[in-house]
């Protein structure tokens, strides 16, 4: 158990509202990472981390931002959430030692109507 | 631009049977991780390849890697049912990120 945490677990929100997406360490890992997961898309990065306030973009950040100002949370925000981002996220972690094998979050199914 | 190929999407398999899923990337990477999901279920980490010629196992799951061809092979031996899932290669693209394939659902049937 990597002790990674993701709140909310579910949320239903309205389209154009902002929404945030809370990702949570216990151990102080350098590297994180949020995820996107569709039917016939496997998972897909959004943006990941690399250090506190050090954050870059992934093949799919359009219209998502985040931010990292405490090692152990990394944010995941939707500015104007549209139904396009109704998806299953994923924050995952990489202990980096030797290899970048990643210890994912139990996920957070947001659905935007 | 890395790109990750997976084969099959879907496999339906007997019970005792042998299959190989194909993981096939783009660019030069010498770095390859499995990941399995369950339905409804997160991912986790199944094995790490960290150099051509790698080979790991682990009860009736084989992975290896080749990097001079770019493929991966995740090898089912007898499968049986507590083995259906999705399982998703990863090729570490550099600076701590990887690029996951679109994964492969497996079905394991009596």
């Known amino acids: 158990d990597a002790g990674i945490t993701q709140s909310p677990r579910h949320k239903v929100t309205e389209t154009g509202t902002p929404v945030t997406l809370r990702c949570h360490q216990t151990?102080?890992?350098?590297?994180m990472y949020w995820y996107r997961q569709d039917p016939g898309h496997g998972l897909r990065l959004i943006h990941y981390?690399?250090?506190?306030?050090?954050?870059d973009k992934g093949e799919v950040s359009d219209g998502y931002s985040v931010s990292r100002s405490k090692t152990e949370d990394f944010l995941l925000t939707l500015e104007s959430a549209t139904s396009s981002q109704t998806s299953v996220y994923f924050c995952?972690?990489?202990?980096?030692?030797?290899?970048?094998?990643?210890?994912f979050g139990p996920g957070t199914r947001l659905t935007v109507t | 631009e890395l790109k990750v190929e997976q084969n099959p999407l879907f496999l339906s398999m007997q019970e005792g049977k042998n299959y190989t899923i194909y993981c096939n990337y783009s660019t030069t990477s010498d770095r390859l991780y499995w990941y399995r999901q369950d339905p409804g279920k997160s991912l986790e980490s199944l094995f790490v390849?960290?150099?051509?010629?790698a080979v790991k196992q682990e009860g009736r799951l084989m992975a290896s890697l080749d990097t001079k061809a770019r493929l991966s092979t995740l090898h089912i031996t007898a499968a049986v049912h507590d083995l259906s899932a999705t399982y998703f290669c990863a090729v570490e693209a550099g600076n701590g990120k990887s690029t996951f394939g679109d994964g492969t659902t497996l079905t394991v049937k009596p």
């Open positions: 151990e102080n890992h350098r590297y």
């Open positions: 995952a972690i990489s202990i980096d030692l030797g290899s970048y094998e990643q210890y």
């Open positions: 390849l960290l150099s051509n010629g």
């Open positions: 981390s690399y250090g506190v306030k050090d954050t």
